[in-house]
């Protein structure tokens, strides 16, 4: 299958200026393995059963010898054969000149304690399953990062042919690189469930070769899933384990954590700012899932089902577009952020650059929701600018202001088109999507 070029790749140019070592990391599944191997002229895989003896032999005693190979070299399942680690930093400290010498990829079910960290020497990146602009879905044609940092950039009138049906089955099926080499709709489907059923069954365990009980994983996987992108409290997701087991939070937040180090679900942070002085903000964190697909696969959920339920699609398409904001926003050097205050005043997402530069974004299913979105965007900057014209009432002691957004962003389902509207507001259909 010819390789599709990943938006993490960009990552990669801009760190291999930088490191002679790149340790990939990132759910199984999501294309490591693949997208190292395009870069490199040696390929050292410590699975492979021909030559996996010799491997572990000469890592054992000479690891040295397999840095006198082409280079750069990829070492796969690197876990299995732990002195690499120390190999190639030392040859970083040796050769601080070089660049991009070393790749490494492993097991996200294996978690090794290294002697030393490879900090400054081995960088460390984070790669995701596909978004629907890798996967083919969007048509790539408007650039988020070009709406919030170019005023003129045009997207008014770029078209989506994507369907509800289409998002309905990318959710269930996920962006899992296997899947596009099926050609059978029903056979993408296995994949997820795959991952899900080797998740709470073998990896829950073999990350630190902790036994754990698969089936307890399982619903908290299926919890997590029933609370799919909202700010749902930890008790609550403990009530519902607590519901089938007899567990303290202490066990179930070892799993939880477990879980993370998986790459199976993630926390977004809440953006924090003071915007007005007596408004409690919201400080919980979003929960979802690093792909949606694993989620829905807890729940036994096929696309056929949101015929019935567009209610819970709507959670699963925020989860859908948040896996692919994190993306994006990381080909960038930003941060994907959540906002909500005891006002009711939010923000489904916080694009923040990391020069302090920001877009306001809300996630809608249907079309009908834009308006409701706009006006909900337009008070959140209104907030902002009285919260700022208060601040500097008093010239002797002006208190913070902060900066306004960039951008006021509506990222829509159903939309068959992007534009502007009257107010500034940018729609964009997620079928036009990109980084």
């Not at 960088?123 to 940092?149: A, D, F, Q």
């Not at 369907?163 to 993408?188: E, H, N, V, Y």
């Not at 992108?229 to 384990?241: H, M, P, Q």
């Not at 607590?242 to 477990?258: M, R």
């Amino acid at each position: 299958m010819e390789y599709i070029q990943r938006i993490v790749d960009g990552e990669i140019n801009r760190k291999i200026e930088a490191f002679n070592a790149i340790n990939i990391v990132g759910p199984k599944g999501c294309g490591k393995t693949r997208t190292a191997k395009e870069r490199c002229n040696t390929i050292i895989e410590f699975q492979d059963e021909e030559k996996r003896d010799g491997y572990l032999a000469v890592a054992e005693t000479s690891p040295r010898l397999f840095l006198k190979n082409p280079k750069p070299i990829l070492f796969d399942e690197w876990q299995d054969a732990p002195k690499i680690w120390g190999t190639i930093r030392k040859d970083c400290d040796d050769n601080p000149d070089d660049i991009g010498n070393f790749y490494l990829t492993g097991s996200t079910s294996r978690k090794i304690d290294t002697p030393h960290s490879g900090t400054g020497r081995i960088t460390e990146l984070l790669m995701l399953p596909m978004t629907l602009s890798e996967t083919g879905e969007s048509n790539g044609s408007v650039s988020l990062s070009k709406v919030i940092t170019d005023k003129t950039y045009d997207i008014d009138g770029i078209q989506s042919n994507l369907s509800l049906d289409d998002l309905f089955f990318a959710a269930c099926r996920g962006g899992w690189p296997r899947c596009l080499a099926i050609k059978k709709d029903s056979a993408k489907l296995e994949i997820a469930k795959d991952y899900f059923n080797q998740i709470y069954k073998k990896d829950i365990s073999a990350i630190d070769k902790v036994n754990r009980n698969p089936e307890l994983t399982r619903t908290i996987l299926w919890s997590y899933a029933r609370n799919m992108a909202t700010c749902a409290k930890k008790t609550s997701i403990y009530a519902d384990v607590k519901a089938e087991y007899n567990v303290s939070d202490n066990t179930i937040a070892s799993y939880i954590d477990k879980l993370e180090q998986l790459f199976v679900i993630k926390d977004i942070d809440a953006w924090t700012p003071q915007i007005r002085s007596k408004t409690a903000i919201r400080a919980a964190k979003k929960h979802i899932f690093i792909d949606p697909s694993i989620g829905l696969s807890a729940l036994n959920i096929k696309p056929d089902y949101f015929n019935n339920d567009l209610d819970m699609f709507g959670h699963v398409f925020e989860n859908l577009v948040l896996r692919d904001l994190i993306v994006y926003a990381d080909a960038h050097d930003a941060r994907i952020l959540h906002y909500a205050d005891s006002t009711g005043l939010e923000a489904d997402a916080v694009y923040q650059m990391d020069d302090g530069r920001y877009a306001l974004i809300e996630i809608k299913t249907g079309a009908n929701k834009i308006p409701e979105a706009e006006k909900g965007l337009l008070k959140f900057r209104d907030v902002i600018k009285a919260h700022n014209e208060s601040a500097l009432e008093n010239k002797k002691h002006p208190r913070p202001v902060y900066r306004e957004p960039e951008e006021l962003i509506i990222i829509c389902a159903t939309a068959p088109m992007a534009y502007t509207t009257d107010n500034g507001v940018k729609v964009i259909p997620i079928g036009c999507l990109k980084d």
